[in-house]
């Protein structure tokens, strides 16, 4: 089984700290994202990277960074913390290629969520 | 861009009977996927059922099964003889087939779904 795994469940900061969440995945996939999730929302997408030390912005990147200095582990960094950005986070990793099927892969996998708050 | 919307935000349902949840989607490419998943309390986000917008035949696992109209842009999760374990949210998202790495899932609002002892 694929398994994403996110350091921490909980997590309790104060405005301006620098907090950096931190995922792992360990069936050597290529893509890695990270998602906000907001009640009423839904899921929505900050940060996404297909390869060590590459990353593309997704639909809500401002006051976010991110960083791939590995295959396996994928992290979202805050700069400078804000009230606003108390949230749940998501990360999420999926194959390039399926070799089962023999196409691009489309299954996202994903792991059990940090729930920031922002004090 | 595309957009996904699910306009029920919370639904109850019996034990044992039969639930359906709707998802209506807005895109102007031919081929794409489209999900369902459930989020339990425990918070890690699973996979329900996957359907390839080329394929024609509704995609079923086993409890759970899809409508998809394809004209009408819905895409609505038929789940039967309801169990305890199903109560969650759950997501319907969608995903471009193009043929690039690093798909993206755009995701709807959720919906929350109780299932009544």
């Known amino acids: 089984d694929v398994k994403v795994t996110q350091s921490s469940r909980y997590l309790v900061k104060r405005t301006g700290e620098k907090v950096f969440l931190e995922c792992v995945q360990d069936?050597?996939?290529?893509?890695m994202f990270w998602y906000r999730q907001d009640p009423g929302l839904g899921l929505r997408l900050i940060y996404f990277?297909?390869?060590?030390?590459?990353?593309e912005k997704g639909d809500i990147p401002e006051g976010y960074s991110v960083s791939r200095e590995k295959k396996e582990r994928f992290s979202l960094i805050l700069e400078s913390a804000s009230t606003n950005q108390t949230s749940m986070y998501l990360c999420?990793?999926?194959?390039?290629?399926?070799?089962?099927?023999?196409?691009?892969?489309?299954?996202?996998?994903f792991g059990a969520g940090t729930r920031l708050s922002v004090l | 861009a595309q957009t996904v919307t699910q306009s029920q935000p919370e639904m109850s349902v019996q034990e044992a009977e039969t639930v359906t949840l709707s998802c209506t989607y807005d895109?102007?490419?031919?081929?794409?996927?489209l999900f369902w998943y459930k989020q339990p309390p425990s918070r890690q986000m699973i996979l329900v059922i996957r359907q390839e917008a080329y394929k024609q035949q509704n995609a079923t696992e086993n409890r759970f099964s899809v409508n998809f109209q394809k004209a009408a842009k819905s895409f609505s999760l038929k789940i039967s003889d309801s169990q305890l374990g199903d109560t969650a949210m759950y997501f319907c998202a969608f995903m471009n087939d193009y043929s690039g790495s690093a798909r993206q899932l755009t995701f709807g609002s959720g919906t929350q779904l109780t299932v009544l002892p």
């Open positions: 069936m050597d996939h290529e893509n």
């Open positions: 990277s297909y390869d060590v030390k590459m990353k």
């Open positions: 999420a990793s999926s194959v390039s290629y399926d070799r089962t099927s023999g196409g691009f892969g489309n299954i996202q996998y």
């Open positions: 895109t102007s490419e031919s081929n794409y996927y």
